[in-house]
């Protein structure tokens, strides 16, 4: 039975047939041997056909559907031309070898070829791609060129995406919160500390860090804290009365005294928290318009920092989506579930949704029914977020409703709603979501249209005011030189006369 091989090069499709394929194909060992003694596979591999591709941006689109395991149309008539004919109802005395195995399917499936992918026909591509420039007529400079190129306009379109459904900036906002909230936990407890040994009263009234830190910048030195410094204590505090037991607490304090320069330190180690805090706050600040941007369904759902954990924890938001319900259960709970196994006690009920507000609300018994629902929720709304083209949340504000719903169910025995009905409503209010869209978008466009209109109009007017004061000056200038035209006719008539 022949056999051939096809290639998939930077410079276009190569059919390969393969003459001792039977014979060396009993070991691997021997297909290796053939492939590194060149002389042997020159007469061993022949090219049936070569179809160049036109250009980069065809070779690109060609790479593309190879990777995405697609039959063009182009190979497939590259195949059908170059490949022996099968009468109707007998089979091929022929076998197409191929990399990829997915690829091999869809071109039986499609063109009914026989095709085989295994360790030989991968070791016989390794030889053709080492020796391509013998079988094609290229220059190696151009071939690698070519692969170059290739190479990079692959790579970029991989990695094109849309930049408001980018994941990334969500993993590493995340990470970056956690980050900053032990760092500022950690300095302001420094500060606290530092403080304490001149005011330490200040730690039993002021239980906030961020509170404390600025106040810390406020008082400075307690010796000089006076009635003047009560509106600046009572913004940060928001209680006068707070800000007047401060005072009174350090008219009566029993800390030791400080230096200026000692303070001097503190005061700008403070600063340097309080703009940590701060800016811990933009981060999470845009960390929830992120979040509403790429999954607002998990978000509505779960909410904004429990479902960036989720996607962080999985690797990407396609990761989560991919996960099946179980998973998202118990992810973040991984060293739980691998100690139950072994020493065989029980499973863990939930990972990272724990920190969920539907979970903390069960009672223990219902616990695990309701992580169990609410990730089967978190599971839908991930795929929703990941796979829809429009951005809406009005999936995960109905599956927040289903879930309250069962955790009354839990709870009262109050009956939930059927699955069927609560997504026909989410389904009725996206449609209606994107009839308002389009009836927003036509107004826009029929105001742009009228606006065209106007000016298009107004040009035309300008245009034929124009045009009729061009044909009043050349009506007065015609009228001028007729008037012109007697008066030099008489005076020359009069000279004749003289």
Known sequence: MATFVLFESAVGYGLFEVAEFDEIGQSLDKVQEAVSDMARFGRI??????????????????????????????????????????????????????????????????????????????????????????????AEADMKRAQLGLAHSYSRAKVKFNVNKVDNMIIQAIALLDTLDKDVNTFVMRVREWYSWHFPELVKIVNDNYQYARLALVVKDKGGLSEEHLAAMTEITGDEAKSKEILDAARSSMG???????????????????????????????????????????????????????IS??????????????????????????????TRGNT????????????????????????????NKCSIASRIDCFMDGNTNVFGEKMR????????????????RKNASVMGEAMEAVKGQLTAEEGEGKKQKDKKDKKEKRKRDDDDDDEEEVKEKKKDKKDKKGKAAEEEAPAEGKKKKSKKDK
């Open 313 to 342: 924890h999985a690797g990407s938001l396609t990761n989560l989506a991919k996960y099946p319900a179980s998973t998202v259960q118990i992810l973040g709970a991984e060293k739980a579930l691998f100690r139950a196994l072994k």
């Open 348 to 375: 863990p009920k939930y990972g990272l949704i724990f920190h969920s507000s539907f979970i903390g609300r069960a009672k223990q018994r219902n616990k695990g029914r309701i992580s169990r629902y609410l990730a």
């Open 256 to 310: 030791q005294d400080i230096s200026p320069i000692d303070l001097l330190n503190i005061e700008v180690f403070a600063q340097r928290v309080i703009k940590l805090a701060e800016y811990r706050q933009k981060l999470h600040a845009y960390l929830l318009d992120k979040m509403h941007a790429v999954a607002p369904n998990l978000s509505a759902l779960i909410g904004e920092t429990v479902g960036a954990r989720l």
């Open 401 to 416: 409703e289903q879930v309250e719903e069962r955790l009354r169910f839990y709870e009262e025995g109050v009956a939930p």
């Open 45 to 138: 591999v022949k090219l049936t056909a070569f179809k160049p591709f036109p250009s980069a941006a065809d070779s690109l689109e060609q790479i593309n559907a190879i990777s995405e395991a697609n039959l063009t149309d182009e190979l497939k008539n590259f195949l059908e031309q170059n490949l022996p004919k099968v009468k109707e109802g007998k089979k091929a005395k022929y076998k197409l070898g191929v990399f990829e195995p997915k690829l091999g399917s869809i071109i039986q499936e499609t063109t009914s070829i026989p095709c085989i992918s295994n360790d030989m026909v991968g070791e016989v591509l390794r030889g053709i791609r080492a020796n391509m420039a013998r079988f094609v007529s290229v």
